[in-house]
């Protein structure tokens, strides 16, 4: 296949060149264990020192309120077993959302089990949680809300300051995951009032494999993971030093551009957006139309389903990806399209399409000419579509 | 994930279309479960299938397996159709992953749905051939 337009940002990002060289002496040159006491390990520490510091001006924190972790999925279950398990004394009552990553549903389920209740707030059609439902939802014994900084699917940005107010006011812990955000749009945990934070480092130029927690100082939480003391005595295993190079890297950067990039990507995604719902019949934006993430656009095609259409844009050279129900090995469409309110037939036919700087206005005048295609043709074979024409 | 055949018969289906005035039209799946399966026979006084055509909604092995299927009924009397099983759509495709078993049922099934509109219209009786069930995937649900 020779063209390739990787419109799936928001599953992984390339590594940045830059990151890469950055962590490349850390594999076979200063190989060093960074907690060892010899002076060969002493770059290794300097290393992980600056990338800690790098990820902490990101969004606002200090060095010793960042722990690196394996990834988004890791911080999640941190954050809210480890919460769970440090305040039970005070309450077994914890608030998030409908739309919220599997990582945070499937370890709020699991807590459900060990005897916690947790209310999982509706979203509106554009999957925006109402500040008044969250208001109404604390009670005596809430020790955590956990809301997601931005949707991974939909793209859409809940209003994280205002989250943690309310929080904050009541005396409750705020946690966010914020691995679709971080890097993308700014954060400042400070100013948004957030007590914890989820980042994965490939979301935003970075490695595989490295992500961090955000626990601010004063938060009592406890390990997770247990064994050695690395991260002040508060997630064991060696530190993983090319990564934590790496996610710093890409930390810094993403800052240094992170407006200008957003607006130029921004750009880019508003044109793909105008172009398909104005040019393809029956088909709608998921999430909201100007609170998105800057380079997420989600939309739903009538009469068709979403892994046929992903097969065929594959065909064309696009990687792209879909709420699909087939995508997923379930029936079940995406548990996000469903909570906007979304009919199961149109949830089917999901596509997501995510940018990132290196994404060009020509890459997607030739993915929605290839869209409209496609979509043209699957309609053509749809008894949904055969049975619409024909009764209207 | 798929193999070879399934991507030929996604990318190239055999027999997709309608067929006015067919001899029987059968209709089985859902939208909410994603896979919506139509089939169109065209029966002559021999009762021998001389057209099929089929529209579908639904992933990649849905719309292979109702391809397959159209192409091993087509030319074949009613009982020999009635004879063609999900397994042996399967088979000619050379496997499904076991998530989209049930995409061959529901073309079994769509199948099966035409050929009962087909006797009802003729108001004959075809051994052997049970009613359509409404909800494939329920169905399904039941026997996974």
């Known amino acids: ?392 | 994930m798929y193999s070879e055949k399934v991507m030929d018969h996604f990318n190239n289906p055999r027999n997709v279309g309608e067929i006015e005035n067919a001899s029987g039209v059968g209709t089985v799946g859902n939208a909410k479960c994603g896979d919506i399966m139509r089939i169109y026979l065209d029966i002559d006084d021999d009762g021998i299938i001389q057209d099929v055509k089929f529209k579908t909604f639904g992933c990649g092995a849905a719309v292979a397996t109702s391809s397959m299927a159209t192409e091993l009924v087509k030319g074949k009397t009613v009982n020999e159709a009635l004879q063609v099983t999900n397994k042996a759509v399967m088979e000619a495709l050379d496997g499904l992953p076991p998530v989209k078993v049930h995409c061959s049922l529901l073309a079994e099934e769509a199948i099966h749905a035409a050929l009962w509109d087909y006797a009802k219209k003729k108001g004959i009786v075809i051994e052997g051939l049970e009613a359509p069930v409404a909800d494939i995937e329920e169905k399904i649900e039941e026997e996974y």
């Open chain 1, 1 to 392: 296949m020779s063209k390739l337009i990787y419109l799936d940002n928001a599953a992984t990002t390339k590594v940045k060149d830059e990151v890469f060289d950055a962590m490349l002496p850390f594999f076979k040159e200063n190989y060093s264990n960074p907690s060892a006491i010899y002076s060969f390990a002493q770059s290794g520490y300097s290393a992980v020192d600056e990338g800690r510091k790098e990820v902490a001006e990101l969004i606002g924190a200090t060095a010793n309120e960042i722990y690196f972790t394996a990834g988004g999925s890791e911080s999640d279950n941190w954050a809210l077993k480890a919460t769970a398990e440090a305040y039970a004394s005070k309450g077994k009552h914890i608030i998030t959302s409908k739309i919220e990553h599997h990582a945070i549903l499937h370890t709020a389920e699991y807590l459900e089990k060990q005897g916690y209740e947790v209310t999982y707030l509706d979203v509106d059609s554009d999957g925006k949680i109402s500040l008044e439902d969250l208001e109404k939802a604390i009670r005596e014994d809430t020790i955590l809300i956990s809301i997601m900084a931005a949707n991974n699917e939909i793209g859409t940005i809940e209003p994280l300051k205002e989250i943690g107010r309310i929080a904050h006011e009541h005396g409750v812990l705020f946690h966010t995951d914020a691995v679709q955000a971080v890097g993308h749009i700014a954060i400042d945990v400070n100013e948004m009032n957030i007590d914890m934070l989820s980042a994965s480092g490939h979301k935003f130029g970075g490695p595989k494999g490295i992500g961090f927690l955000y626990i601010r100082k004063g938060v009592r939480i406890k390990s997770f993971v247990h064994g050695g003391a690395q991260e002040r005595n508060r997630r064991a295993g060696t530190l993983n030093t090319p990564g934590i190079v790496g996610i710093g890297k890409a930390a810094k950067i993403s800052g240094e551009s992170l407006s200008e990039n957003a607006e130029k990507i921004a750009e880019l995604r508003d044109y793909l957006i105008d172009r398909v719902t104005s040019e393809i019949p029956f088909s709608r934006l998921n999430g909201h139309r100007t609170e998105r993430l800057p380079g997420n656009a989600n939309f739903c095609f009538r009469f068709i389903e979403g892994e046929s259409l992903l097969i065929l844009l594959d065909q064309a050279g696009i990687c792209a990806s879909s709420g699909s129900a087939c995508t997923s090995g379930s029936l079940d469409p995406s548990h996000v399209l469903l909570a906007i309110g979304l009919p199961h037939e149109i949830a089917h036919g999901s596509l997501r399409l995510t940018l990132s700087e290196e994404t060009t206005k020509e890459d997607l005048d030739y993915v929605v000419n290839e869209l409209k295609r496609i979509v043209e043709r699957l309609r053509s074979m749809s008894p949904l579509y055969e049975d619409f024409i024909k009764n209207n």
